[in-house]
Structure formats: structure tokens, C-alpha cells
């Protein structure tokens, strides 16, 4: 045992010192992995937080470079939609309507609805002069603003006498936005504010109801802008109220034809004189040819100069033509009572009166039938 005693005491050192020395180096091993640990945990969570950052970055660059080519493909304009402007107007009265000059004086209330930031009430009349513009009211509700005025305005007329003293003229009044084209403002008619709206009473007219309408209207200019593009076009919504304005058919055609019919009866008139009294007979031919001149005359200085034949200088040529065939027939039987052919110039006296009384109601019903 005493041999023993040193040796175990010695190896029993050993071991508890060696144990010491596992157990501080397993701790020392363990703090360093919970620091290599923590550490790695605050360099995920940075780089977490660059890659999130740098995710952001990326989206708003692809976002930023999407919008800019979208605004590059769209020509760096935003698409918009216009705002609808409600108008409605009523024709009150129309005074001095002037065909000459192609012109009446009108008096009407006009007045516009809208909702949002575009100004609804700045518009302009543009075929015509507004010479007054009173009594404006405003109003606004539930978002909805209004707007009212009453204006006396001088307006072109559409005048077309082709047919007359059948003719019918257009009066319009036209109206656009002052500073919107099409892009930005579109006329809506107010239906609900026209719809028991009667035709105005004009003096020695027969009105029709007006019409209500929006049409496009495109302009091919581009203003003389400096550095714009020469065949730019701008396109603006125009609103319309067009009125056709007639006579009475029948009194007019009576008051101005009359005169004519019963020069051209004053010529034929000779047929019921013997063909040998040649003096009397050109004497009435003569007096119808100055009735046909001076009616016509009478007539176009009531209209203004036209281009073109109204129906009216048609029947009036169409009987300036007859009474000179009834003198010209007058001549020749005078002419064959002169060499004792007396009764073959009354047979063609006879047979010339009624073919030229039944050409000149024809021709006058057929082109009053196809005017």
C-alpha cells in the first residue's frame, strides 16, 4: 500500500486537473460559437436588410424605367378622359333676317351643367357676333355648377335659292369651348332642358322646331405655333341648334309669279285678233315681253346675286320665251295675210296659240314638279 499510496495520489491529480482543463476549454468553445453565433445572426439580418433595400432600389429603378417608357411610347402626354359639358339653349326671338347679307339678329338663353375642375362656361359663339351677354346666373349643388346668361347675337344664315320662292334657309348657331379641344371638353345636349322647347315666331317665316346636335369639327392648321408641325390638326366638340326657316308656298308663289302669267296672257292675247291686224297683235307681244323684263327684274332685286338660276328665273325665262314665239308667230301670219293666204295663217294662228297656252302651263308645272 505504501508502495501504491504516491502513484494513485499522483494519477488522481492528473485527471482532476485534466478534467478542469476539458470543461474550460468546451466552455470557452461554446462561447465562441454563441458569438460566431450572433454574429452571423447581425450579418444575416444586414444583409437581409441590404437585399431588401437593394429589392426596393431595383422596383422603383423597373418602375421608374417602365413610366418613362410609357411616357416615351405615349409621347410624354398623360391619356385623359374629357369632361362632359351639359349645354342647352332657347331660341327666344329672331329679328332682322337680312338674305342679302346672309344675317339675323337672334336673342336666346343658353346655359351649361358640369362637375369637376374644367370651366363649363367659357365658351364662344363661332359663326356669329354676340353683342350681349346679361343677366348671368350661378349656381352650384351637390357638386353640380351651373350656369345662365340671355344674348342678343348676330348669326350667318345658310341661305340657298335654288328653289325659290319655294327656297328654305338654315339658321345656326354654333358654339365651342374657348380653351378645351376635344381632348379635354365634350358637349352633351341638355335633353331633359330642351325637350318641350317650340319653334320661335318669325315675321313672314315658317319656322321648324330647332334641332339639337354635337358635332366634331376638325381644324387642319397648326395656329402658326413656332416649331409645331405643319399638318397638325385639332379637333374641338361643337354644339349646334339649327332652324330651317320657309315661306308659305303657296301666297309666295302667287305674289311673285303673278305679274309674270299675266304678261305672258297679255301676249297670247294677239291669237284672238285676226292674223291681218299685225299692229295691234305686236303691240300686245310688246307689252307682254316689258311685263316678263320688268317682273324679273323686280324679283332679283329682292334676292341677292347668286351664281346660279332660281326656279323663279327659269319661269320667268320660260315665259320670256313663249311670248317671243307668239311674236315671231305673229310676224309670219301677217306675213301670209300679205300674200292672200288668209286661211292657212289663221289655221297656223289657230294651231300656234294652243300649242304655245299648253307649253307654257307645262313647262311651269313640270319645273315646279322637278325643282
Request: net charge negative; charged share 20%; aromatic share 10%.
Amino acid at each position: 500500500m505504501s508502495r501504491w499510496a504516491p502513484r494513485v495520489a499522483i494519477f488522481l491529480l492528473l485527471s482532476t486537473v485534466t478534467s478542469l482543463t476539458s470543461e474550460g476549454r468546451a466552455d470557452a468553445d461554446a462561447g465562441r460559437d454563441v458569438d460566431a453565433g450572433q454574429e452571423a445572426a447581425a450579418d444575416g439580418s444586414d444583409g437581409g436588410a441590404e437585399s431588401d433595400d437593394g429589392g426596393d432600389d431595383d422596383a422603383a429603378a423597373e418602375d421608374g424605367d417602365g413610366g418613362a417608357a410609357a411616357a416615351e411610347e405615349g409621347g410624354g402626354e398623360t391619356p385623359t378622359t374629357p369632361a362632359p359639358v351639359y349645354i342647352g339653349l332657347y331660341l327666344l326671338n329672331v329679328d332682322s333676317l337680312d338674305l342679302k347679307a346672309g344675317t339675323a339678329e337672334v336673342t336666346y338663353y343658353v346655359w351649361t351643367r358640369w362637375r369637376g375642375a374644367v370651366d363649363g362656361s367659357t365658351f364662344e359663339l363661332v359663326n356669329g357676333a354676340v353683342e350681349a351677354k346679361e343677366h348671368e346666373y350661378r349656381a352650384e349643388e351637390n357638386g353640380e355648377k351651373y350656369a345662365y346668361w340671355r344674348c342678343r347675337a348676330t348669326v350667318q344664315v345658310r341661305v340657298d335659292f335654288h328653289e325659290f320662292p319655294f327656297e328654305s334657309h338654315e339658321l345656326m348657331l354654333a358654339f365651342e369651348h374657348s380653351d378645351l379641344d376635344i381632348e379635354g371638353v365634350v358637349w352633351r345636349v341638355d335633353r331633359g332642358g330642351i325637350k318641350h322647347l317650340a319653334a320661335p315666331v318669325v315675321s313672314g317665316w315658317v319656322a321648324d322646331r330647332p334641332v339639337y346636335e354635337v358635332t366634331r369639327t376638325t381644324y387642319k392648321t397648326n395656329w402658326g405655333y413656332p416649331g409645331a408641325d405643319p399638318d397638325d390638326a385639332t379637333v374641338y366638340s361643337r354644339f349646334n341648334v339649327r332652324m330651317r326657316l320657309s315661306h308659305a308656298p303657296i301666297p309666295t308663289f302667287v305674289k311673285t309669279l303673278l305679274p309674270l302669267f299675266i304678261s305672258v296672257l297679255i301676249a297670247f292675247l294677239a291669237f284672238f285678233i285676226e292674223p291681218g291686224e299685225i299692229e295691234a297683235r305686236v303691240g300686245l307681244g310688246v307689252a307682254g315681253t316689258f311685263g316678263v323684263v320688268t317682273n324679273q327684274a323686280v324679283v332679283a332685286g329682292n334676292l341677292p346675286e347668286v351664281s346660279y338660276m332660281t326656279l323663279s328665273d327659269k319661269i320667268h325665262l320660260a315665259g320670256l320665251v313663249c311670248v317671243f314665239l307668239a311674236l315671231l308667230g305673229t310676224c309670219y301670219t301677217g306675213w301670209l295675210t300679205k300674200q292672200d293666204k288668209s286661211e292657212l295663217a289663221l289655221r297656223i294662228d289657230h294651231g300656234l296659240g294652243i300649242l304655245l297656252g299648253g307649253t307654257s302651263v307645262m313647262t311651269v308645272v313640270l319645273l315646279v314638279a322637278y325643282r
